[in-house]
T-cell receptor, first 116, second 114 residues
Framework: DAGVTQSPTHLIKTRGQQVTLRCSPI?????VSWYQQVLGQGPQFIFQ???????GRGNFPDRFSARQFPNYSSELNVNALLLGDSALYLC???????????????FGAGSRLTVL | DQQVKQNSPSLSVQEGRISILNCDYT??????FLWYKKYPAEGPTFLIS?????DKNEDGRFTVFLNKSAKHLSLHIVPSQPGDSAVYFC?????????????FGKGTHLIIQP
C-alpha cells in the first residue's frame, strides 16, 4: 500500500514567488493536514481538511492557503514567499474524522522548500 | 510561547540500556499525547500515544508515562537498539472541537551507542 505521497520533494524559489505543494493521502483517508517544520524545530500545524472542508488553521498568515479535492488529495499554496518560509512542509493523513480518538497521523516524507 | 517542551536536544544511550525521553507541557486542555520518531529524509512515524485519563501505556519496547499533576510525560525504550537512533518528537492534541492539530516539541535526538 502506498503511504502519503508528496511532490515535489525539493524545490528552490526566490522571494516574492508563489509555490504549490501537492499531497496524496493514504487510500481511504479523508482527513489531510499540513505542517511546517523549520530547521531545529518541531512540525507546526498549518491546516486541516476533512471531507474537502477546512476544519482549522494554525497561526499562519493569509499568504498560506490550501484546498482538498474530491479524491481527498490536497494542495498547499504559499504566496509572496519570504526567506523565513524555507522549511520542510509535511502532509499527513488520518482515516477518521477530527476528534475521533487520538489524532494519529501518517506523515509523508515532505517537500523541502528553499527560498533565496 | 512553547506549550510542549523537550528540554534535551540530544541523548546518548548504550545499546541494550533504557532510553528515557522527557516532555513537559503547559496547556491543561491537552487530552492526548503522542510520540513520533523521525529519521533523516523521512516523515515522522507514529510510535505510541496516551490519553490524558491514563497514566501509562505500553507497546512492546515502548512505554509512555503521564504525570498530569506535573504536566510531564516520558517515553521509555527498553532495551535500546541501534535502529532507535532518530529524532523523537513529543506531540499533544488540544480538546475542544474544530481542527485537532498537533502541537509538537522541538525534538530530542537519540543516539544509541554500540
Amino acid at each position: 500500500d502506498a503511504g502519503v505521497t508528496q511532490s515535489p520533494t525539493h524545490l528552490i524559489k526566490t522571494r516574492g514567488q508563489q509555490v504549490t505543494l501537492r499531497c496524496s493521502p493514504i487510500s481511504g483517508h479523508k482527513s489531510v493536514s499540513w505542517y511546517q517544520q523549520v530547521l531545529g524545530q518541531g512540525p507546526q500545524f498549518i491546516f486541516q481538511y476533512y471531507e474537502k472542508e477546512e476544519r482549522g488553521r494554525g497561526n499562519f498568515p493569509d499568504r498560506f492557503s490550501a484546498r482538498q479535492f474530491p479524491n481527498y488529495s490536497s494542495e498547499l499554496n504559499v504566496n509572496a514567499l519570504l526567506l523565513g518560509d524555507s522549511a520542510l512542509y509535511l502532509c499527513a493523513s488520518r482515516v477518521g474524522r477530527p476528534y475521533s480518538g487520538a489524532n494519529v497521523l501518517t506523515f509523508g516524507a515532505g517537500s523541502r522548500l528553499t527560498v533565496l | 510561547d512553547q506549550q510542549v517542551k523537550q528540554n534535551s536536544p540530544s541523548l546518548s544511550v548504550q545499546e541494550g540500556r533504557i532510553s528515557i525521553l522527557n516532555c513537559d507541557y503547559t496547556n491543561s486542555m491537552f487530552d492526548y499525547f503522542l510520540w513520533y520518531k523521525k529519521y533523516p529524509a523521512e516523515g515522522p512515524t507514529f510510535l505510541i500515544s496516551i490519553s490524558s485519563i491514563k497514566d501509562k501505556n505500553e507497546d512492546g519496547r515502548f512505554t509512555v508515562f503521564l504525570n498530569k499533576s506535573a504536566k510531564h510525560l516520558s517515553l521509555h525504550i527498553v532495551p535500546s537498539q541501534p535502529g532507535d537512533s532518530a529524532v523523537y518528537f513529543c506531540a499533544a492534541r488540544e480538546t475542544g472541537g474544530g481542527a485537532d492539530g498537533l502541537t509538537f516539541g522541538k525534538g530530542t535526538h537519540l543516539i544509541i551507542q554500540p
